[in-house]
């Protein structure tokens, strides 16, 4: 069984965080299923990216890319550091929005994701990151994470409901920037988190499997 | 004398299985049997919940994540454990595993289209019930693979076809692979446990095998002599 788990601190301009979302993750996609399947069998699924197109390929680079940074997931901002070469990506890796809608399984995308800037409505995108991979045999558990620092830069406050993650998955006949973005989860906050003018929030999603 | 009435109140309906609440949120694997007669005909069909992806899944997931063999945020270039269990490390011969490369090799960390005859990799079935491994989330092959042929205790192996995405619109989404799978060898054969395994480069030029899930069936499918069987894992996600 995976499962996810999902984290947001949030802190505040004088950097006092705080826990403003802990809960279970709800909401792997019908993409996470289709792009599995579809390395398994090394055949074509019509999956749509997040964008909503069909996309009809016989294989897939990399479907379940996650990371902003250069294709390697180092973790080295923990702490609220920044990496600049996630910086300013929004198109891969956790995501956030503003919507507040159920999730769907057959949903492609977030329903109104907040873009990457520093003018009214968008929060930076400062990249997303993979660390922790463990191995518990005694338990027979494993997990990692997957995490991301955004920065309210707007001058006015943000209202965030949902947060998900775009994997980069491309076609095996095309090469960046020609790679599809699938969200393969989405989940709607127990509340709303509102995010001001200054602030930080870092989220992190728990991946793990329990035999 | 009163005429006795007896009123009865008949409901019809299909019973559902009651769907635990611990599956919401996740991804499970399903196992989906069905056996057939040399007609074609269907005489059984069995589904089980599998759990059980190991922990060379996460570890090809994470690096699938990253694009990359070697994560750098945990210090070291990460291993799996083939199938004969040896620990491999990973190395940049695993490239095409998680990037377009040539030969078409693309994406091809949880490749497990396996044609026939091929035993080393892609949905495998075998006889343990767990007296000889006991399960584990490092266990990297079956407890006691079936081999392929028309031998005594041989299934043959036959070819892998993708199972499409389908959802229900509103708790869950699934999609997989299926086998074939046929019984030649004059007896009844027991299925206990059912996994898929992949194959790619990985520490070198020289395919690897890794056992991705494993699971031991709570009830073995018998495939009797003469029928054959396709095994379906499929990935639900419930949300």
């Known amino acids: ?211 | 004398m009163n005429d006795a009435v007896i009123e009865t109140n008949v409901e019809a309906g299909i019973i559902q299985p009651e769907r635990k609440i611990e599956l919401e949120g996740a991804v499970v694997l399903d196992l989906v049997f069905t056996l057939r007669d040399k007609n074609g005909n269907v005489t059984n069909e069995r589904f089980e919940q599998g759990h059980s992806f190991l922990a060379n899944f996460i570890k090809l997931l994470y690096c699938n994540a990253m694009r990359h063999h070697a994560p750098y945020a945990d210090g070291a270039a990460l291993s799996l454990v083939d199938t004969g269990g040896t620990a491999r490390a990973g190395s940049g011969a695993a490239t095409a595993a998680f990037s377009v490369g040539s030969g078409g090799l693309h994406g091809c960390a949880f490749r497990a289209n396996a044609g026939t005859g091929t035993t080393g990799w892609g949905i495998l079935v075998g006889t343990d019930d767990g007296t000889i491994l006991p399960k584990d989330i490092n266990n990297y092959a079956l407890g006691a693979k079936i081999a392929h042929g028309t031998g005594s205790g041989q299934l043959s192996y036959g070819d892998t076809s993708i199972v499409p995405s389908t959802h229900d619109g509103a708790s869950y989404s699934y999609a997989g692979i299926t086998r074939s799978f046929s019984n030649g060898s004059g007896a009844n054969i027991d299925v206990n446990e059912i996994g898929f395994a992949t194959y790619f480069y990985w520490d070198t030029s020289t395919y690897r095998y890794f056992l991705l899930s494993r699971d031991i069936l709570d009830t073995p499918v018998t495939v009797p002599d003469g029928q054959a069987m396709t095994a379906s894992i499929r990935i639900r996600c419930y949300c």
Not at chain 1, 4 to 12: F, G, N, P, R, V
Not at chain 1, 97 to 110: F, I, K
Not at chain 1, 139 to 150: H, P, S
Request: glycine letters at 12%.
């Open chain 1, 1 to 211: 069984m995976l499962k996810a788990h999902l984290k947001i601190i949030k802190e505040d301009v004088n950097h006092r965080p705080s826990v403003v979302a802990d809960q279970p993750g709800r909401s792997f996609l019908i993409a996470f299923a289709s792009l599995t399947a579809r390395q398994m069998a090394q055949a074509e699924d019509g999956c749509k990216d997040s964008a909503g197109q069909v996309v009809t390929r016989s294989e897939c680079d990399a479907p379940f890319h996650m990371t902003s940074c250069a294709g390697y997931g180092r973790g080295i901002y923990m702490g609220f550091s920044v990496w600049d070469e996630g910086y300013d990506a929004d198109e891969q890796g956790i995501v956030i929005g503003t919507d507040s809608a159920a999730v769907q399984p057959d949903q492609y995308g977030l329903i109104s994701k907040i873009e990457s800037g520093e003018i009214a409505g968008q929060v930076m995108y400062y990249g997303t990151c993979l660390y922790g991979l463990t191995i518990d045999a005694g338990t027979d558990t494993a997990e990692f994470n997957v995490e991301a620092l955004f920065h309210n830069k707007s001058g006015g406050s943000i209202n965030i409901n949902e947060v998900g993650i775009y994997a980069h998955g491309g076609p095996g006949s095309d090469s960046w920037p020609n790679l599809q973005q699938y969200c393969i989860i989405r989940d709607v906050l127990g509340a709303t988190i509102a995010l001001g003018d200054g602030e930080y929030v870092r989220v992190t999603y728990t991946i793990s499997i329990a035999t």
